[in-house]
């Protein structure tokens, strides 16, 4: 129908009937023929004919029920469509409040204006509309149109949340959540994607909760309250819209997603696509540290962050950003981190996990990333790790290329810059300072790789381009000068020299003999690396003669490199450096990456190995 | 020429009876019979209005009738004031 509808009181209807035509006839009887009246009765007239020709006849017309007028008696309310309910809400709450009848009205074709009564009837209105009604796009048109009409006053908002029943919150929530999620379901199992034009046919419903979301946050609507009785996706949907800082979205989330896990184990339906959780995560990815309040929240159950989401992509995304030093305090990495990094031991190679994430290596790698570049200053790694955990999320990094490479250019970034103050600083605290930084790095992964059975070369050699990823960078911060080319060399030869001593090997006790071996040459080889930088220098700085004999080099096919550098390189400091203050720079260099009681423990190790 | 005074009152005491009669007239109140106790929708809204703008038209229609039958009155004191000269 075009017209909208009107309520009436059906005795009162007559007794105003009535009473108009009782004040017609009194006006009809008033004459007076003074021309100074003339005016006046003039408006007399009009109101008698106003009140006889316009109103009488529309009761009439009402009260007779006359069809052709276009009044006729809505039998059924329940057969009025939703938007003319919407339309006509004040009309429909009145009537069925006092039990009155209610006709068509072609004389009222627009919306009634809104106004605080007709927000509440709106309110009114859902809250008795049959749950089992679903909403037609074109009743989600009328609902948006009459909600974001509401929401422009705070006064009509209030009307609308006072009069919105908590069981219409959850029908609402519940009838739009279920549409949305066979439409998206639908659109994701034609080929797993979702184009614009499909999330189109959803955009109202996300209008519709966008709008709910507006109304529960100004209402102060009780969050816990509608979460314990509507369908989790629905309610994931309004708490995106709630503005919820990051402690509080962190903790609605974490019930949205324990109660979306039951609520799927229960579900007959499957839907495709993304869930509840997939809605929550990304509404804490746009709040500043709610991701980070989440891990930690969710310490002891990780997997709510890390195996909910329907896709890997988010996951990540998420576990990435949550654990990022930026968001995360130290306290928060101590009690988050673990917890990640022992879920991720457990389940990266083993069960549905690596299917439903196969970039998991990457993700490790992520996660220690993220820690690695506090890990120098603190010289403390934040994760407590579970027993063997760290050399275990070592190797499923270094399974994964990208994600060997993605932990080297970590340790790179780490040590680029204390390599730099290294090579070229002032020799001083902050000097002492990067060099002990770099060491530590070191012997950190060098602790890890001693501590986690190599099995393989290519493990090998993923765990010294982790390892040593720095060899590579420090001809880059090679000090310019007269042994510019010498000491770029040495840095070059290093790096090769290592990355070679990593060969093809036969079996695993090679391995493990091998690795002994090639780390103690890679030591000493980033030791011999960092010393010909300082030298260079020194020389360049004309402290040192350009003329002094170079520092040595070890020797790769020594029995035990680094004690042989070690011994080699005292005798030539020893015979070259007179000056106290440089050879204990030079000194201090190769002492702190390679101690002799280091070199010597090692030697020590590959010599049992080979036995 | 001056007007008769006993005219000039008997014109105001006429409007002063018709300002009465429509101040009377129960049209002036229709609209107290017209609110959301009786009928509820646009039209009716429309309705309420209409009678709330009668009942004023008329109050100000009544309220001018008295006040030319006070002009009037006036011209027939001014009148009786020559007349007695």
Not at chain 1, 387 to 396: K, N, P
Not at chain 1, 426 to 435: E, I, K, N, P
Not at chain 1, 536 to 563: E, F, I, S
Not at chain 2, 17 to 22: E, G
Request: charge should be negative.
């Amino acid at each position: 129908m075009s017209g909208g509808f009107l309520g009436f009181d059906r005795d009162r209807l007559q007794q105003l009937r009535w009473a108009l035509v009782l004040a017609s006839n009194e006006l009809d009887a008033i004459r007076c023929g003074d021309v100074d009246a003339r005016r006046h009765m003039l408006i007399v007239e009009s109101a008698r004919n106003v009140l006889r020709d316009h109103w009488i006849a529309l009761i009439d017309s009402i009260l007779g029920c006359r069809a052709l007028t276009g009044y006729e008696w809505v039998d059924d309310l329940g057969r009025v469509d939703g938007v003319e309910s919407l339309a006509s809400s004040r009309v429909m709450m009145t009537a069925a409040e006092r039990g009155w009848a209610v006709f068509t009205d072609p004389q009222s074709p627009l919306p009634e204006p809104m106004t605080a009564a007709r927000a509440e009837s709106v309110g009114w209105l859902i809250s008795h509309l049959d749950p089992d009604d679903n909403w037609s796009a074109t009743e989600l048109v009328a609902l948006n149109h009459v909600l974001a009409a509401i929401v422009a006053s705070p006064s009509w908002t209030a009307a609308f949340v006072t009069s919105l029943s908590p069981a219409a919150w959850t029908m609402l929530c519940d009838q739009l959540g279920d549409e949305r999620r066979r439409l998206v379901s639908d659109a994701y199992e034609v080929d797993a994607t979702v184009t614009a034009r499909e999330a189109s046919s959803w955009a109202p419903i996300d209008t519709a909760f966008a709008l709910l979301g507006s109304f529960a946050s100004a209402g102060g609507t009780d969050v816990d309250a509608f979460i314990g009785d509507a369908h989790p996706y629905g309610v994931a949907l309004v708490v995106s819209h709630l503005g919820l800082d990051a402690h509080e979205l962190a903790r609605v989330s974490r019930e949205i997603i324990e109660r979306e896990r039951i609520a799927l184990s229960g579900e007959e339906a499957t839907f495709a696509g993304e869930r509840a959780a997939d809605i929550v995560m990304r509404s804490m990815l746009e709040v500043d540290g709610a991701p980070a309040e989440f891990a930690v929240l969710v310490a002891d159950d990780p997997s709510l962050a890390l195996w909910t989401a329907s896709g890997a992509a988010l996951t990540n995304e998420f576990v990435r950003t949550a654990v990022d030093p930026r968001w995360m305090s130290e306290d928060g990495a101590a009690r988050a981190l673990a917890p990640i990094t022992s879920f991720l031991v457990d389940n990266a190679e083993v069960g549905l996990y690596p299917r439903d994430n196969p970039q998991v290596a990457m993700l490790a790698a992520d996660v220690m990333a993220a820690w690695l570049t506090r890990f120098p200053e603190t010289r403390a790694w934040p994760i407590d790790f579970r027993d063997g955990d760290q050399a275990e999320l070592v190797a499923i990094i270094r399974g994964m290329d990208a994600a060997s490479a993605r932990l080297s250019e970590a340790v790179t970034t780490t040590t680029q810059d204390r390599l730099a103050i290294v090579a070229n600083g002032a020799h001083d605290a902050t000097w002492r300072s990067a060099l002990d930084d770099v060491a530590a790095l070191g012997s950190f992964f060098q602790t890890i790789e001693r501590g986690h059975g190599i099995e393989s070369a290519r493990d090998a050699e993923a765990m010294r381009a982790i390892t040593w990823g720095a060899l590579d960078a420090l001809a880059g911060v090679a000090p310019t000068g007269p042994v510019l080319g010498w000491v770029t060399g040495v840095a070059v030869t290093a790096a090769q020299v290592a990355s070679e001593q990593f060969g093809w090997f036969d079996t695993v006790d090679d391995v493990r003999r091998d690795t002994l071996i090639t780390f103690d040459t890679a030591t000493a080889l980033v030791a011999a690396a960092m010393v010909a930088t300082r030298f260079a220098h020194l020389v360049g700085g004309g402290r040192l003669d350009p003329d002094t004999k170079r520092p040595p080099m070890p020797d790769p096919d020594a029995d035990h490199v680094g004690a042989d550098y070690s011994a080699r390189f005292e005798a030539w400091l020893t015979d070259n450096v007179a000056d106290d203050d440089i050879a204990g720079q030079l000194n201090e260099i190769k002492q702190t990456m390679l101690s002799d009681h280091d070199a010597e423990e090692t030697a020590g190790l590959i010599a049992l190995d080979i036995s | 020429m001056v007007a008769n005074e006993t005219e000039l009152r008997a014109r105001a005491a006429a409007l002063r009876r018709v300002a009465a009669a429509i101040d009377g007239c129960s049209a002036r109140d229709l609209y107290r019979r017209a609110g959301e106790d009786t009928w509820i929708g646009p039209t009716p809204a429309r309705g309420l209005e209409a009678l709330r703008n009668i009942s004023t038209s008329l109050r100000n229609a009544a309220d001018e009738l008295r006040t030319t039958a006070r002009a009037i009155d006036r011209l027939a004191e001014q009148a009786g004031s020559v007349n007695a000269r």
